[in-house]
């Protein structure tokens, strides 16, 4: 009796023992709940974050597209001076491909003087030209015809596509050309699909059933012949997170997969995934996409690939290293057959096709057409004008398209002959193997269209822009703007007025003595302003500069285009003035111009990635000089040419070119100049060395050899100067005294009206009394009849 009182805390204990359970079990719920409902926030918080990710970029600015810079169009036409060589020669610049069947776009077919042409379709900053077939007939170097084939009517313009000269890349070097799916071969989506995600239509983002088939397929196959990854999943990958290999990666990976799915369409998705996709490397540009990938690998646009061309394509997307058809064809023709029978095995590919297809090689065009920098002294140039309206972003992500002023021939020819004239220097002087260097720039004389730049003995070289860095003293090419000033002071100066070339010293600022001598250390007396410039005497230009004061000629150079500071010291007069190439061109320019400044400019037009028209760089003229005494300067400087400094010129061109132009040469012979301008282009080069030590070379021995070898093989036009109504020419002796067309050694020179000398030759009065008595006796006579 007494034991059952004894057992009741054991029956306490139990049911403190079980309300202990359950009440963990309430905690652990709680918990769980807890747990679970921080997991969906945080999951929804990350979802929501996922999707905005996804929904920015993809509906934003999905990728950052380089600019491409192209030569200025080549327009043919009835009667232009075209060889058959040279029109060969520009199809193969442009890469057009020999087939006399003209099977596409960008091939041609010679027979003789006859072409027969499928032009490519481009839009043009005003317009698109399509692509059409046609003939061009050609007879005694100039185009006869030009007609549309299978047809008798004519073509008035045939414009062909611009080469495309360079490109500014984004930062990480992608370099992509977009297509619509549209414009996409059904060949290609059918291939890709094939390959690689043959559930494409009917998952959502994910599929286990295609990760599970890949794997049977590829134990069948004895290789990886199908990926696992959906095509969804693979544009997440490559458009949203970078190359790290981790679970979370993968998570994510599919998250985002699910989220493209849900807010977009197949196509959109696909669209992006053919856009996007890594399908090559050229140096340090990756080429993205199958529209870039067409060009580079096939030199056509997407839509025009054959089917053997297309799988060749997808077959590169599971390896396009490994599967490089240039470096590993034997490799790109097995995985391309692999795709061909897929292709089949899946309806997407008759069998006859994929045996038409499997006849050919790679196909692969020998020329990529792309280039970052084919030229990159003129694309520096191109770049720094653009900087004035566009952010460097904005030239590097937009995809512009920049027409350029570039004369694609013209610039090829003038490398050439700039590289082979500074060998032959190079070795003909002695001078040091390698060290000298030089620039050039060439504008069209009318209108300031900058056709071509060199920046180095190099011409390809991508590195110091001496034509745009190189500041160098110019010499002798500063005086044109001494005399400039005295003609545009007709009452105190003409061309036969005669200044003092003697020796001058001057005090400089430091108390010094500056002594300036002429090149032949020689004095020359009393010369005609005209001959001092011909024969470029030091002495004289200081002379006549000190009496004009140096202020103005410093606003003379101002006038003609300088922008840079200029200390008016006397040894500007001289020449004691740096300066760039580009810098002198745009001096020269005026003087070209007559008178009237236009701004030397590289570029047309910039149209946006869609084609739209951005902005057209329109010709800009004002008149900054009197045309008047810059008319009577470029005479004196045709004397340079005929009978100064300038004279060996006429060993390239014909006598009659009347070409104007000034040698420069700076002290100890360490810079070689050359500035002036034929009847259609304007050329300045310098020569020297970067370390500044001599070059060996005159204006006259150096610089000016390059330019008339360039300008013998690029100028077609003489210079014909517009006299201005209110120049005459009159005639005078050798001493500047008023003459006529009888006497001995008399001369013709233009003269601002009023100006003209009054003072008569001795010849003048001696021909008069001559005439007189020849006129008497002629009287006599007939009276005596």
């Given at each position: 009796?007494?034991?059952?009182?004894?057992?009741?805390?054991?029956?306490?204990?139990?049911?403190?023992?079980?309300?202990?359970?359950?009440?963990?079990?309430?905690?652990?719920?709680?918990?769980?709940?807890?747990?679970?409902?921080?997991?969906?926030?945080?999951?929804?918080?990350?979802?929501?974050?996922?999707?905005?990710?996804?929904?920015?970029?993809?509906?934003?600015?999905?990728?950052?597209?380089?600019?491409?810079?192209?030569?200025?169009?080549?327009?043919?036409?009835?009667?232009?001076?075209?060889?058959?060589?040279?029109?060969?020669?520009?199809?193969?610049?442009?890469?057009?491909?020999?087939?006399?069947?003209?099977?596409?776009?960008?091939?041609?077919?010679?027979?003789?003087?006859?072409?027969?042409?499928?032009?490519?379709?481009?839009?043009?900053?005003?317009?698109?030209?399509?692509?059409?077939?046609?003939?061009?007939?050609?007879?005694?170097?100039?185009?006869?015809?030009?007609?549309?084939?299978?047809?008798?009517?004519?073509?008035?313009?045939?414009?062909?596509?611009?080469?495309?000269?360079?490109?500014?890349?984004?930062?990480?070097?992608?370099?992509?050309?977009?297509?619509?799916?549209?414009?996409?071969?059904?060949?290609?989506?059918?291939?890709?699909?094939?390959?690689?995600?043959?559930?494409?239509?009917?998952?959502?983002?994910?599929?286990?059933?295609?990760?599970?088939?890949?794997?049977?397929?590829?134990?069948?196959?004895?290789?990886?012949?199908?990926?696992?990854?959906?095509?969804?999943?693979?544009?997440?990958?490559?458009?949203?997170?970078?190359?790290?290999?981790?679970?979370?990666?993968?998570?994510?990976?599919?998250?985002?997969?699910?989220?493209?799915?849900?807010?977009?369409?197949?196509?959109?998705?696909?669209?992006?995934?053919?856009?996007?996709?890594?399908?090559?490397?050229?140096?340090?540009?990756?080429?993205?996409?199958?529209?870039?990938?067409?060009?580079?690998?096939?030199?056509?646009?997407?839509?025009?690939?054959?089917?053997?061309?297309?799988?060749?394509?997808?077959?590169?997307?599971?390896?396009?290293?490994?599967?490089?058809?240039?470096?590993?064809?034997?490799?790109?023709?097995?995985?391309?057959?692999?795709?061909?029978?897929?292709?089949?095995?899946?309806?997407?590919?008759?069998?006859?096709?994929?045996?038409?297809?499997?006849?050919?090689?790679?196909?692969?065009?020998?020329?990529?057409?792309?280039?970052?920098?084919?030229?990159?002294?003129?694309?520096?140039?191109?770049?720094?004008?653009?900087?004035?309206?566009?952010?460097?972003?904005?030239?590097?992500?937009?995809?512009?398209?920049?027409?350029?002023?570039?004369?694609?021939?013209?610039?090829?020819?003038?490398?050439?002959?700039?590289?082979?004239?500074?060998?032959?220097?190079?070795?003909?002087?002695?001078?040091?193997?390698?060290?000298?260097?030089?620039?050039?720039?060439?504008?069209?004389?009318?209108?300031?269209?900058?056709?071509?730049?060199?920046?180095?003995?190099?011409?390809?070289?991508?590195?110091?822009?001496?034509?745009?860095?190189?500041?160098?003293?110019?010499?002798?090419?500063?005086?044109?703007?001494?005399?400039?000033?005295?003609?545009?002071?007709?009452?105190?100066?003409?061309?036969?007025?005669?200044?003092?070339?003697?020796?001058?010293?001057?005090?400089?600022?430091s108390g010094e003595l500056w002594q300036p001598q002429n090149y032949d250390k020689q004095e020359h007396g009393a010369v005609s302003l005209r001959s001092a410039l011909a024969h470029s005497y030091n002495l004289a230009t200081v002379r006549l500069g000190m009496a004009l004061k140096v202020p103005r000629v410093k606003r003379t150079l101002e006038v003609l285009g300088l922008r840079r500071p200029i200390e008016p010291y006397?040894?500007?007069?001289?020449?004691?003035?740096?300066?760039?190439?580009?810098?002198?061109?745009?001096?020269?320019?005026?003087?070209?111009?007559?008178?009237?400044?236009?701004?030397?400019?590289?570029?047309?037009?910039?149209?946006?990635?869609?084609?739209?028209?951005?902005?057209?760089?329109?010709?800009?003229?004002?008149?900054?000089?009197?045309?008047?005494?810059?008319?009577?300067?470029?005479?004196?400087?045709?004397?340079?040419?005929?009978?100064?400094?300038?004279?060996?010129?006429?060993?390239?061109?014909?006598?009659?070119?009347?070409?104007?132009?000034?040698?420069?040469?700076?002290?100890?012979?360490?810079?070689?100049?050359?500035?002036?301008?034929?009847?259609?282009?304007?050329?300045?080069?310098?020569?020297?060395?970067?370390?500044?030590?001599?070059?060996?070379?005159?204006?006259?021995?150096?610089?000016?050899?390059?330019?008339?070898?360039?300008?013998?093989?690029?100028?077609?036009?003489?210079?014909?100067?517009?006299?201005?109504?209110?120049?005459?020419?009159?005639?005078?002796?050798?001493?500047?005294?008023?003459?006529?067309?009888?006497?001995?050694?008399?001369?013709?020179?233009?003269?601002?009206?009023?100006?003209?000398?009054?003072?008569?030759?001795?010849?003048?009065?001696?021909?008069?009394?001559?005439?007189?008595?020849?006129?008497?006796?002629?009287?006599?006579?007939?009276?005596?009849?």
């Amino acid at each position: 009796m007494m034991a059952k009182p004894k057992s009741k805390p054991k029956k306490a204990k139990k049911n403190l023992s079980h309300s202990a359970v359950k009440q963990d079990r309430r905690l652990f719920k709680r918990l769980f709940a807890c747990l679970l409902i921080g997991f969906l926030l945080v999951f929804s918080i990350y979802s929501a974050y996922l999707d905005n990710i996804v929904k920015t970029q993809f509906e934003g600015k999905r990728w950052e597209l380089a600019a491409r810079v192209y030569a200025n169009p080549v327009d043919i036409y009835q009667g232009l001076t075209l060889s058959a060589s040279q029109l060969e020669s520009l199809l193969n610049d442009l890469h057009y491909q020999y087939s006399n069947k003209l099977p596409s776009t960008g091939t041609y077919y010679r027979s003789g003087d006859v072409f027969s042409i499928r032009t490519r379709g481009f839009e043009f900053f005003d317009g698109r030209e399509a692509s059409s077939r046609i003939r061009i007939r050609l007879q005694d170097n100039m185009v006869s015809s030009i007609r549309k084939l299978g047809s008798a009517t004519d073509v008035a313009l045939l414009r062909l596509e611009p080469v495309q000269v360079g490109s500014f890349y984004p930062k990480h070097k992608e370099d992509r050309l977009l297509v619509k799916i549209s414009e996409v071969p059904r060949t290609l989506i059918d291939g890709l699909i094939t390959i690689e995600d043959r559930d494409f239509y009917q998952h959502y983002g994910i599929s286990i059933k295609s990760i599970l088939r890949a794997l049977w397929v590829n134990i069948q196959a004895g290789g990886v012949v199908q990926g696992g990854s959906t095509l969804t999943q693979q544009l997440v990958k490559n458009f949203y997170l970078s190359s790290e290999r981790s679970l979370w990666r993968k998570i994510k990976e599919a998250m985002m997969a699910l989220i493209l799915e849900f807010r977009y369409q197949k196509d959109d998705i696909l669209e992006a995934y053919i856009n996007e996709v890594f399908l090559g490397q050229d140096g340090e540009r990756s080429i993205n996409g199958f529209g870039m990938a067409s060009v580079f690998y096939f030199n056509k646009p997407l839509i025009e690939l054959k089917p053997h061309q297309v799988a060749l394509l997808v077959g590169l997307v599971k390896g396009p290293s490994y599967y490089d058809p240039r470096r590993q064809p034997q490799r790109a023709l097995k995985r391309r057959n692999l795709v061909l029978g897929e292709m089949v095995s899946e309806g997407v590919l008759p069998p006859q096709q994929r045996n038409i297809a499997q006849r050919y090689g790679v196909d692969i065009s020998p020329i990529k057409r792309l280039s970052s920098s084919r030229f990159p002294a003129f694309l520096d140039l191109v770049k720094r004008q653009l900087s004035r309206d566009y952010q460097e972003e904005e030239l590097r992500s937009d995809g512009l398209n920049i027409f350029s002023t570039l004369d694609y021939s013209l610039q090829t020819q003038a490398e050439k002959i700039f590289k082979q004239t500074l060998y032959s220097l190079n070795k003909r002087y002695g001078i040091e193997q390698g060290k000298l260097q030089g620039a050039m720039v060439i504008t069209r004389r009318e209108g300031g269209e900058v056709v071509a730049v060199i920046g180095d003995r190099n011409p390809r070289f991508d590195g110091f822009n001496r034509a745009l860095d190189a500041i160098r003293p110019i010499g002798s090419l500063v005086k044109p703007a001494v005399y400039l000033t005295a003609l545009s002071q007709p009452s105190r100066y003409t061309l036969t007025s005669l200044i003092d070339d003697s020796s001058i010293s001057l005090k400089q600022q430091s108390g010094e003595l500056w002594q300036p001598q002429n090149y032949d250390k020689q004095e020359h007396g009393a010369v005609s302003l005209r001959s001092a410039l011909a024969h470029s005497y030091n002495l004289a230009t200081v002379r006549l500069g000190m009496a004009l004061k140096v202020p103005r000629v410093k606003r003379t150079l101002e006038v003609l285009g300088l922008r840079r500071p200029i200390e008016p010291y006397p040894s500007l007069l001289l020449g004691a003035l740096s300066l760039s190439p580009v810098e002198v061109a745009q001096m020269y320019q005026t003087l070209a111009g007559e008178g009237f400044f236009t701004p030397l400019r590289s570029i047309q037009s910039v149209t946006a990635n869609d084609n739209m028209a951005l902005q057209r760089y329109a010709l800009n003229v004002r008149q900054v000089a009197n045309p008047s005494a810059v008319y009577l300067l470029n005479t004196a400087l045709q004397g340079v040419m005929n009978e100064g400094t300038g004279r060996s010129a006429y060993q390239y061109l014909p006598a009659d070119y009347g070409l104007v132009g000034k040698t420069g040469t700076t002290d100890e012979l360490r810079d070689s100049w050359f500035a002036g301008f034929s009847g259609d282009y304007l050329a300045v080069v310098w020569l020297g060395r970067d370390d500044n030590k001599p070059s060996k070379l005159t204006g006259a021995s150096g610089a000016l050899k390059v330019w008339s070898k360039v300008m013998q093989a690029i100028s077609k036009q003489p210079v014909h100067l517009t006299q201005p109504d209110d120049v005459e020419y009159s005639w005078v002796d050798p001493f500047g005294r008023r003459a006529n067309e009888f006497c001995a050694d008399a001369v013709q020179y233009p003269y601002i009206k009023g100006s003209a000398p009054l003072e008569d030759s001795p010849c003048v009065g001696a021909i008069g009394e001559t005439l007189e008595r020849a006129g008497n006796w002629f009287n006599d006579l007939m009276n005596s009849r």
